[in-house]
T-cell receptor, first 113, second 111 residues
Protein backbone atom coordinates (compact mmCIF):
# COMPACT_ATOMS: atom_id res chain seq x y z
CA UNK A 1 0.00 0.00 0.00
CA UNK A 2 1.69 3.18 -1.21
CA UNK A 3 -1.29 5.46 -0.86
CA UNK A 4 -2.27 8.45 1.18
CA UNK A 5 -6.06 8.72 1.37
CA UNK A 6 -8.11 11.77 2.30
CA UNK A 7 -11.77 12.23 3.13
CA UNK A 8 -13.98 13.87 2.17
CA UNK A 9 -13.09 14.68 -1.43
CA UNK A 10 -15.24 17.82 -1.37
CA UNK A 11 -16.62 19.86 1.51
CA UNK A 12 -18.88 22.90 1.60
CA UNK A 13 -19.28 24.62 4.94
CA UNK A 14 -20.63 27.83 6.38
CA UNK A 15 -18.57 30.21 8.44
CA UNK A 16 -20.16 29.01 11.68
CA UNK A 17 -19.75 25.30 11.02
CA UNK A 18 -17.27 22.87 12.56
CA UNK A 19 -15.91 20.15 10.29
CA UNK A 20 -12.89 17.85 10.11
CA UNK A 21 -10.66 16.65 7.31
CA UNK A 22 -9.13 13.19 7.60
CA UNK A 23 -5.95 11.71 6.22
CA UNK A 24 -4.68 8.14 6.47
CA UNK A 25 -1.56 6.29 5.37
CA UNK A 26 -0.47 2.70 5.94
CA UNK A 27 3.09 2.97 4.69
CA UNK A 28 4.54 3.11 8.19
CA UNK A 29 5.55 6.72 7.63
CA UNK A 30 6.29 8.69 10.81
CA UNK A 31 6.05 12.23 9.42
CA UNK A 32 2.77 13.69 8.19
CA UNK A 33 1.98 17.10 6.74
CA UNK A 34 -0.93 19.41 5.98
CA UNK A 35 -0.71 21.79 3.01
CA UNK A 36 -3.08 24.39 1.62
CA UNK A 37 -3.17 24.99 -2.12
CA UNK A 38 -4.96 27.87 -3.80
CA UNK A 39 -5.79 27.73 -7.51
CA UNK A 40 -2.79 28.04 -9.83
CA UNK A 41 -0.37 28.22 -6.86
CA UNK A 42 2.06 25.76 -5.31
CA UNK A 43 1.15 24.06 -2.01
CA UNK A 44 1.86 26.03 1.17
CA UNK A 45 2.95 24.10 4.25
CA UNK A 46 0.65 24.44 7.27
CA UNK A 47 1.69 21.81 9.81
CA UNK A 48 4.22 19.01 10.26
CA UNK A 49 3.79 16.08 12.63
CA UNK A 50 6.87 14.09 13.49
CA UNK A 51 6.36 10.81 15.41
CA UNK A 52 2.83 11.96 16.26
CA UNK A 53 4.01 15.24 17.76
CA UNK A 54 3.45 18.65 16.20
CA UNK A 55 6.88 19.87 15.10
CA UNK A 56 6.06 22.75 12.75
CA UNK A 57 3.17 25.22 12.72
CA UNK A 58 3.66 27.75 9.93
CA UNK A 59 1.81 30.52 11.81
CA UNK A 60 -1.54 29.06 10.84
CA UNK A 61 -4.64 30.77 12.34
CA UNK A 62 -6.15 28.94 15.30
CA UNK A 63 -9.36 28.26 13.38
CA UNK A 64 -7.32 25.36 11.91
CA UNK A 65 -6.51 22.74 14.54
CA UNK A 66 -4.47 19.66 13.61
CA UNK A 67 -4.55 16.36 15.46
CA UNK A 68 -2.56 13.16 15.06
CA UNK A 69 -4.40 10.37 16.94
CA UNK A 70 -1.88 7.71 15.87
CA UNK A 71 0.93 7.12 13.43
CA UNK A 72 -1.45 6.37 10.54
CA UNK A 73 -4.01 9.14 10.97
CA UNK A 74 -3.95 12.90 10.68
CA UNK A 75 -6.94 15.17 11.15
CA UNK A 76 -7.50 18.85 10.50
CA UNK A 77 -10.33 20.37 12.53
CA UNK A 78 -11.97 23.44 11.05
CA UNK A 79 -13.99 26.02 12.95
CA UNK A 80 -15.24 29.51 12.07
CA UNK A 81 -13.48 29.56 8.72
CA UNK A 82 -13.51 32.50 6.33
CA UNK A 83 -14.32 32.44 2.59
CA UNK A 84 -10.62 33.04 1.83
CA UNK A 85 -9.87 29.67 3.45
CA UNK A 86 -11.50 27.98 0.45
CA UNK A 87 -8.75 25.90 -1.15
CA UNK A 88 -7.50 22.38 -1.82
CA UNK A 89 -6.15 20.88 1.42
CA UNK A 90 -3.47 18.29 0.84
CA UNK A 91 -2.09 15.75 3.25
CA UNK A 92 1.35 14.21 2.73
CA UNK A 93 3.58 11.74 4.50
CA UNK A 94 7.24 10.78 4.47
CA UNK A 95 9.14 7.90 5.98
CA UNK A 96 10.45 10.16 8.72
CA UNK A 97 11.19 13.89 9.06
CA UNK A 98 14.71 13.43 7.68
CA UNK A 99 13.49 11.59 4.57
CA UNK A 100 12.52 14.37 2.27
CA UNK A 101 10.43 12.57 -0.33
CA UNK A 102 6.82 13.33 0.56
CA UNK A 103 3.87 11.39 -0.82
CA UNK A 104 0.64 13.32 -1.25
CA UNK A 105 -3.00 12.40 -0.98
CA UNK A 106 -5.61 13.54 -3.54
CA UNK A 107 -6.75 16.41 -1.36
CA UNK A 108 -10.02 17.77 0.00
CA UNK A 109 -11.49 20.64 -1.95
CA UNK A 110 -13.03 23.00 0.60
CA UNK A 111 -15.51 25.76 -0.13
CA UNK A 112 -16.42 28.16 2.69
CA UNK A 113 -19.60 30.14 2.12
CA UNK B 1 15.51 33.28 1.48
CA UNK B 2 15.14 30.19 -0.62
CA UNK B 3 13.49 30.57 -4.00
CA UNK B 4 12.62 28.16 -6.79
CA UNK B 5 11.69 29.50 -10.22
CA UNK B 6 10.07 27.88 -13.23
CA UNK B 7 8.50 29.13 -16.43
CA UNK B 8 4.70 29.06 -16.24
CA UNK B 9 3.81 27.35 -19.52
CA UNK B 10 5.19 24.86 -22.02
CA UNK B 11 3.45 23.57 -25.15
CA UNK B 12 4.79 20.47 -26.88
CA UNK B 13 3.65 18.35 -29.82
CA UNK B 14 2.63 14.79 -29.02
CA UNK B 15 5.56 12.43 -29.51
CA UNK B 16 8.20 15.12 -29.04
CA UNK B 17 10.37 15.51 -25.94
CA UNK B 18 9.39 18.02 -23.26
CA UNK B 19 12.03 19.81 -21.23
CA UNK B 20 10.93 21.67 -18.11
CA UNK B 21 13.51 23.87 -16.47
CA UNK B 22 13.92 25.11 -12.92
CA UNK B 23 16.41 27.28 -11.06
CA UNK B 24 16.90 27.50 -7.32
CA UNK B 25 18.84 29.80 -5.05
CA UNK B 26 19.62 27.80 -1.92
CA UNK B 27 23.19 26.55 -2.21
CA UNK B 28 22.57 24.16 0.68
CA UNK B 29 19.84 22.34 -1.26
CA UNK B 30 20.37 18.65 -0.79
CA UNK B 31 17.31 17.15 -2.45
CA UNK B 32 15.57 18.27 -5.63
CA UNK B 33 12.21 16.94 -6.72
CA UNK B 34 9.76 16.88 -9.56
CA UNK B 35 6.08 16.54 -8.74
CA UNK B 36 3.19 16.19 -11.23
CA UNK B 37 -0.31 17.50 -10.53
CA UNK B 38 -3.18 16.62 -12.83
CA UNK B 39 -6.38 18.73 -12.72
CA UNK B 40 -8.32 18.23 -9.50
CA UNK B 41 -5.75 15.82 -8.08
CA UNK B 42 -3.00 15.79 -5.48
CA UNK B 43 0.71 15.90 -6.19
CA UNK B 44 2.44 12.82 -7.51
CA UNK B 45 6.14 12.45 -6.74
CA UNK B 46 7.71 11.70 -10.12
CA UNK B 47 11.36 11.54 -9.17
CA UNK B 48 13.98 13.14 -6.99
CA UNK B 49 17.71 13.56 -7.13
CA UNK B 50 20.37 14.10 -4.50
CA UNK B 51 22.64 17.08 -4.98
CA UNK B 52 25.71 14.83 -5.37
CA UNK B 53 24.23 13.39 -8.58
CA UNK B 54 24.29 14.92 -12.06
CA UNK B 55 21.65 12.82 -13.71
CA UNK B 56 18.91 10.34 -12.97
CA UNK B 57 16.92 8.37 -15.52
CA UNK B 58 13.67 6.53 -14.93
CA UNK B 59 11.92 5.18 -18.03
CA UNK B 60 10.77 8.22 -20.05
CA UNK B 61 11.99 10.70 -17.44
CA UNK B 62 15.50 12.15 -17.28
CA UNK B 63 16.53 14.61 -14.58
CA UNK B 64 19.65 16.72 -15.08
CA UNK B 65 21.23 18.74 -12.28
CA UNK B 66 23.80 21.48 -12.80
CA UNK B 67 24.75 22.29 -9.24
CA UNK B 68 27.15 25.06 -10.22
CA UNK B 69 24.39 26.97 -12.01
CA UNK B 70 21.68 25.75 -9.59
CA UNK B 71 19.67 24.51 -12.56
CA UNK B 72 17.45 21.44 -12.66
CA UNK B 73 15.62 20.07 -15.68
CA UNK B 74 13.08 17.34 -16.34
CA UNK B 75 12.99 15.76 -19.77
CA UNK B 76 9.96 13.68 -20.75
CA UNK B 77 10.63 11.56 -23.82
CA UNK B 78 7.84 10.73 -26.30
CA UNK B 79 5.37 13.10 -24.64
CA UNK B 80 1.82 11.75 -24.50
CA UNK B 81 -1.55 13.40 -23.83
CA UNK B 82 -1.53 11.83 -20.37
CA UNK B 83 1.52 13.95 -19.54
CA UNK B 84 -0.64 17.11 -19.57
CA UNK B 85 -0.37 18.47 -16.06
CA UNK B 86 1.35 21.04 -13.88
CA UNK B 87 4.92 20.07 -12.99
CA UNK B 88 6.37 21.44 -9.76
CA UNK B 89 10.08 21.66 -9.13
CA UNK B 90 10.97 21.62 -5.42
CA UNK B 91 14.01 21.60 -3.18
CA UNK B 92 14.88 20.96 0.42
CA UNK B 93 18.03 21.01 2.49
CA UNK B 94 19.11 18.37 4.96
CA UNK B 95 18.72 20.85 7.81
CA UNK B 96 15.13 21.85 7.02
CA UNK B 97 11.90 19.89 7.41
CA UNK B 98 10.10 21.76 4.66
CA UNK B 99 10.09 21.55 0.90
CA UNK B 100 10.20 24.76 -1.15
CA UNK B 101 8.07 24.53 -4.28
CA UNK B 102 8.37 26.45 -7.52
CA UNK B 103 5.25 28.02 -8.99
CA UNK B 104 4.70 25.12 -11.39
CA UNK B 105 4.93 24.72 -15.17
CA UNK B 106 1.73 23.89 -17.03
CA UNK B 107 2.55 21.40 -19.79
CA UNK B 108 0.06 21.21 -22.64
CA UNK B 109 0.26 18.70 -25.47
CA UNK B 110 -0.86 19.56 -28.97
CA UNK B 111 -1.70 16.93 -31.60
Amino acid sequence: DTEVTQTPKHLVMGMTNKKSLKCEQHMGHRAMYWYKQKAKKPPELMFVYSYEKLSINESVPSRFSPECPNSSLLNLHLHALQPEDSALYLCASSQDPTTKAQYFGPGTRLLVL
Amino acid sequence: GEDVEQSLFLSVREGDSSVINCTYTDSSSTYLYWYKQEPGAGLQLLTYIFSNMDMKQDQRLTVLLNKKDKHLSLRIADTQTGDSAIYFCAESSSSASKIIFGSGTRLSIRP
